[in-house]
């Protein structure tokens, strides 16, 4: 089980914007994906963007050109810069990695990853 842990939410009114961290402790996936997802109450924990070990992203198109997901692999630490935000991002963001095979792409699937952070809330206000 990798630990990992989210700051960074907070409230903002549409426009703004917030810049999510997690941090992730010691893990030996040479090969990974780690992703930021997100989920309103009563809904399904959607995908929002995804990062693998050299840098390939993904992002869900609800989000692309707004937000930017980065990785610090010297650090351990994970990003995600929203910008332009709207109330329909308003939800709790969660910070996931899983191991990958060399071959194979990252995915925003939900299924796809098993270790997982425990949320910081996002809102954002019209």
């Known amino acids: 089980q990798v630990q990992l842990v989210e700051s960074g939410g907070g409230s903002v009114q549409a426009g703004g914007s917030l810049r999510l961290s997690c941090t992730a402790g010691t893990y030996n996936y040479n090969y990974n994906c780690m992703a930021w997802f997100r989920q309103v109450p009563g809904e399904e924990r959607e995908g929002v963007a995804t990062?693998?070990?050299?840098?390939?992203?993904t992002y869900a198109d609800a989000v692309k050109g707004r937000f930017t997901i980065s990785k610090d692999n010297a650090e351990n630490t994970l990003d995600l810069q929203m910008n332009d935000l709207t109330p329909e991002d308003t939800a709790m963001y969660y910070c996931?990695?899983?191991?990958?095979?060399?071959?194979?792409?990252?995915?925003?699937?939900?299924?796809?990853?098993?270790?997982w952070g425990q949320g910081t809330q996002v809102t954002v206000s019209s």
């Open positions: 990062v693998d070990d050299i840098g390939h992203t």
């Open positions: 996931a990695v899983t191991a990958r095979m060399p071959w194979d792409y990252c995915f925003l699937r939900r299924n796809k990853y098993g270790d």
